[in-house]
């Protein structure tokens, strides 16, 4: 009798792997492919029906531009070096502007000489040698004031010019416009546009918060304005955070938010305020739920 039963339980066994073979899967394998799918919905949903998302906060660049052409001499900071509002990130070399401004000193003294000269071809032409008194001709006046005035006015101009460069010279070293930390400088030696970014730096503390949700959620269910809770870390913050706006095209989240076998994630963007009482680092990974009362 307990041949017979070991023997069913045997063709029992078979009848079940052949199953499984059909299925090209093993009953470990199904197990854990079920409890993978049981803890997205989880996370997607959750047990009192929110919605629950990833999410990391983020803060903008900002670049520090070059007011003038010229390249990079000297670079004070590294790439992730915490800076102060003013500290010094790069200096840029004079070498363009003391050329311009030697161009401006002789076209200067050109242009007095020039002035000197017309004025005594003035005093000439209209014979005012012979007679001090005699100050217009019975014909035509004077073009003495007239030749003054367009001199002055030509030097006017260069000095206006000579000024800004004077100025653009004093703003040679590149500084910090606020506290952070520095995302990338310029290699020493690199020429810089005008307008063309010399270093970049971002906030010390993050501004907004960037949730990822599924690609087939549909506006309404997450609206602007729309309360936002953070669940994790749980003492990051405690304040109100709401629906800023919401991303148009799926995007790929930041590196942060990959699967654990560092797969991409994609997700439509919904960016989300940061609480008042919250100071959450850059880059600081999060998980957030909005509430499906507001579908």
């Given at each position: 009798?307990?041949?017979?039963?070991?023997?069913?339980?045997?063709?029992?066994?078979?009848?079940?792997?052949?199953?499984?073979?059909?299925?090209?899967?093993?009953?470990f394998?199904?197990v854990v492919?079920?409890?993978?799918?049981?803890?997205?919905?989880?996370?997607?949903?959750?047990?009192?029906?929110?919605?629950?998302a990833?999410?990391?906060?983020?803060?903008?660049?900002?670049?520090?531009?070059?007011?003038?052409?010229?390249?990079?001499?000297?670079?004070?900071?590294?790439?992730?070096?915490?800076?102060?509002?003013?500290?010094?990130?790069?200096?840029?070399?004079?070498?363009?502007?003391?050329?311009?401004?030697?161009?401006?000193?002789?076209?200067?003294?050109?242009?007095?000489?020039?002035?000197?000269?017309?004025?005594?071809?003035?005093?000439?032409?209209?014979?005012?040698?012979?007679?001090?008194?005699?100050?217009?001709?019975?014909?035509?006046?004077?073009?003495?004031?007239?030749?003054?005035?367009?001199?002055?006015?030509?030097?006017?101009?260069?000095?206006?010019?000579?000024?800004?460069?004077?100025?653009?010279?004093?703003?040679?070293?590149?500084?910090?416009?606020?506290?952070?930390?520095?995302?990338?400088?310029?290699?020493?030696?690199?020429?810089?546009?005008?307008g063309?970014?010399?270093?970049?730096?971002?906030?010390?503390?993050?501004?907004?918060?960037?949730?990822?949700?599924?690609?087939?959620?549909?506006?309404?269910?997450?609206?602007?304005?729309?309360?936002?809770?953070?669940?994790?870390?749980?003492?990051?913050?405690?304040?109100?955070?709401?629906?800023?706006?919401?991303?148009?095209?799926?995007?790929?989240?930041?590196?942060?938010?990959?699967?654990?076998?560092?797969?991409?994630?994609?997700?439509?963007?919904?960016?989300?305020?940061?609480?008042?009482?919250?100071q959450?680092?850059?880059?600081?990974?999060?998980?957030?739920?909005?509430?499906?009362?507001?579908?």
């Amino acid at each position: 009798m307990a041949d017979k039963v070991r023997t069913a339980r045997r063709s029992a066994q078979r009848g079940f792997g052949r199953v499984f073979d059909a299925l090209g899967a093993r009953p470990f394998g199904i197990v854990v492919f079920a409890l993978s799918a049981a803890l997205l919905v989880y996370l997607q949903v959750g047990v009192a029906g929110s919605i629950r998302a990833d999410a990391v906060a983020l803060a903008p660049m900002i670049d520090h531009p070059a007011s003038v052409a010229s390249f990079v001499t000297e670079v004070y900071v590294s790439a992730g070096d915490a800076v102060d509002l003013g500290t010094p990130l790069a200096e840029l070399s004079p070498h363009f502007i003391d050329r311009e401004l030697s161009r401006i000193d002789v076209e200067v003294r050109k242009l007095l000489q020039e002035s000197k000269l017309a004025q005594a071809r003035l005093l000439v032409e209209e014979q005012r040698w012979l007679n001090p008194q005699f100050r217009l001709r019975p014909d035509r006046p004077s073009l003495e004031q007239p030749t003054e005035a367009l001199y002055a006015k030509e030097l006017e101009v260069m000095q206006v010019r000579r000024k800004q460069l004077l100025e653009d010279r004093e703003a040679l070293t590149i500084t910090a416009s606020f506290s952070g930390r520095v995302v990338a400088v310029a290699e020493p030696g690199s020429a810089v546009g005008i307008g063309s970014s010399v270093a970049s730096v971002s906030p010390e503390f993050a501004q907004e918060i960037v949730a990822y949700v599924p690609s087939d959620m549909g506006p309404s269910a997450i609206p602007v304005g729309a309360a936002v809770h953070i669940s994790r870390p749980a003492f990051a913050c405690r304040g109100a955070a709401e629906v800023l706006r919401r991303g148009a095209t799926v995007q790929e989240a930041p590196g942060q938010l990959r699967s654990m076998f560092r797969f991409p994630v994609h997700g439509t963007p919904v960016y989300i305020s940061i609480p008042s009482d919250c100071q959450l680092g850059v880059g600081q990974v999060l998980s957030v739920e909005f509430s499906r009362a507001v579908l």
